[in-house]
C-alpha cells in the first residue's frame, strides 16, 4: 500500500500555476490531476456557499468545472499522515473501480498542504439527508426507490469484494456514504478506510476505523477485518433505509439501543408494518418488507460466518422484487381476462386455468432464479 500512495503522490507534484487540467500521465489511471487554479474557479475558492457538507476529514464543495461539469471537491482538513494516507487510499482505490454504484472519481490534486478530491456531483446529495436530514419530511424516498437504492448499494458492495482484483473491503457503509444521483440511484462513496484483500487471504487484523452503529463486532472487538464486516454494516444500513430509524437511538435515561435491538423483537411477533417507516403512510409490498427485513437480520448475523456474500444479498433483494412483478403480472392477466368475459357467461374455468397455468409457469422461474 505505501507503494501506491508514493506512485501516487509522484504523479501528482505540479505547478500550481498550471492553468489546465492535465491528464493522468501514467496511462492506468483514468482520473484527471486539476490544477489549484481550476478547482478554486469552480468552486469560488470554497466560498461558504458552495459548501455542501462536513465530514471527519474535511468539507465538500459543490462547483463547476471549466468544461461547465457539476463536480464535488472534498478539500481534506489538516495534513497528517493520516490524512495523507486516507487521500492516497480514496485516490488509488477509487481510481481503478469503475462501476454504476460507485461514486465516480474525476480526478484530484495535491500540492503544498492542499488536498483536494474531485468527484462526481451526485444532485440527490446522500442517503442520511433524506432519511434523517432536512429532506426527511418532503418524502422523496418512496418503497420503489428504497428497494433500488438497497439493491444498488449491494450491487457495489458485491462488485468490490468479488469483481474487484484485488477485492476490496469497504470498511465504512453507513447512510452518508451513499449518494444519489438525479435518478435516485445509488453510489457508494468514501473509499478512505478500504483495504485491498490480496488474493487467498480470508481476514486481515487491524485498527479500528469505521463508524459506530455499523460496526461489526468482530471488527469493533478485535479488529478482524473481513468482507463480512461489511456485510453486517450492509444489514443495519437496510433497515435504516427500510424504517428512517438511525442505527443508535438514545432512550429516555440515556441507555443507547441499535437498530437490530429495535427491529428484533417486531420481527419475532411478525409485526413487519411497525418496522417500516410511517412516513410511506403504509404505502409499500409488505412482503417485500418482510423479504428485505429477514435479509437484513441474516446480514447482522453475531457470527461472521453466519452472514451471507454481497452477492447473495444482490440476489434475495433482486428476488424479492422480481417476485412481486410477477404477481402484478398475474394479477393483470386475471383482470384482462375478467374483463374479456364480462359480457358473456362463458364458462370461468378456462379463466381459471389459464391463472394457475400462469401462476405456475411465475413460480418455475422464480425457482429457477433462485437456484441460478
Ligand atoms: N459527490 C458528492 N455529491 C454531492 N454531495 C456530496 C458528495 N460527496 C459528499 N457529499 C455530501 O457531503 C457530505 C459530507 O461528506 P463526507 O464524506 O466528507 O462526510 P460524511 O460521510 O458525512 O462523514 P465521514 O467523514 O464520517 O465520512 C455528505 O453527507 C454528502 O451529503
Ligand atoms: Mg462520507
Not at 501506491?4 to 504523479?11: G, H, L
Not at 478512505?192 to 485498527?207: C, E, M, N, Q, Y
Not at 437511538?249 to 417486531?266: C, T, Y
Request: hydrophobic content about 35%.
Amino acid at each position: 500500500m505505501r507503494k501506491m500512495v508514493f506512485r501516487c503522490f509522484c504523479c501528482c507534484a505540479q505547478d500550481d500555476e498550471e492553468p489546465n487540467i492535465r491528464e493522468s500521465k501514467t496511462k492506468n489511471y483514468p482520473w484527471e490531476i486539476y490544477s489549484l487554479k481550476e478547482l478554486l474557479n469552480a468552486t469560488n475558492s470554497f466560498h461558504d456557499d458552495n459548501k455542501i457538507g462536513e465530514g471527519g476529514f474535511g468539507s465538500v464543495y459543490w462547483g463547476r468545472s471549466s468544461k461547465g461539469i457539476e463536480i464535488a471537491v472534498k478539500r481534506l482538513k489538516a495534513m497528517s499522515a493520516k490524512a495523507e494516507m486516507e487521500f492516497a487510499v480514496e485516490v488509488e482505490i477509487l481510481g481503478r473501480v469503475r462501476h454504476k454504484n460507485l461514486l465516480g472519481l474525476r480526478g484530484f490534486y495535491a500540492g503544498g498542504d492542499e488536498r483536494l478530491i474531485v468527484y462526481d456531483y451526485m444532485p440527490n446529495h446522500s442517503l442520511i439527508t433524506h432519511l434523517h436530514g432536512r429532506l426527511a419530511d418532503d418524502v422523496l424516498l418512496d418503497w420503489p426507490r428504497r428497494m433500488s437504492i438497497a439493491i444498488g448499494s449491494a450491487e457495489g458492495l458485491a462488485y468490490l469484494h468479488h469483481e474487484a482484483n484485488p477485492h476490496i473491503i469497504h470498511r465504512d457503509i453507513k447512510a452518508s456514504n451513499v449518494l444519489l444521483d438525479s435518478d435516485f440511484q445509488a453510489k457508494v462513496a468514501d473509499f478512505g478506510f478500504a483495504k485491498l484483500i490480496p488474493d487467498g487471504v480470508s481476514h486481515l487484523t487491524t485498527r479500528v476505523k469505521g463508524t459506530l452503529g455499523y460496526l461489526a463486532p468482530e471488527y469493533a472487538m478485535w479488529g478482524k477485518v473481513s468482507e463480512s464486516c461489511d456485510v453486517y454494516s450492509f444489514g443495519i444500513l437496510l433497515i435504516e433505509i427500510i424504517s428512517a430509524r438511525k442505527p443508535i437511538e438514545k432512550l429516555p435515561g440515556g441507555v443507547k439501543r441499535d437498530i437490530v435491538q429495535w427491529a428484533s423483537p417486531l420481527v419475532e411477533k411478525g409485526s413487519f408494518d411497525r418496522i417500516a417507516d410511517p412516513r410511506m403512510k403504509g404505502k409499500y409490498d409488505i412482503a417485500q418488507v418482510k423479504n428485505s427485513i429477514q435479509i437484513a437480520i441474516r446480514c447482522t448475523d453475531g457470527n461472521p460466518d453466519n452472514r451471507p456474500s454481497m452477492s447473495e444479498v444482490v440476489d434475495w433483494l433482486r428476488g424479492g422484487v422480481r417476485r412481486k412483478k410477477e404477481v402484478m403480472l398475474i394479477k393483470n392477466f386475471v383482470e384482462e381476462d375478467e374483463d374479456e368475459y364480462e359480457d358473456d357467461d362463458d364458462d370461468t374455468d378456462t379463466d381459471y386455468e389459464g391463472y394457475r397455468a400462469a401462476q405456475s409457469a411465475a413460480r418455475r422461474e422464480w425457482a429457477g432464479s433462485k437456484i441460478r
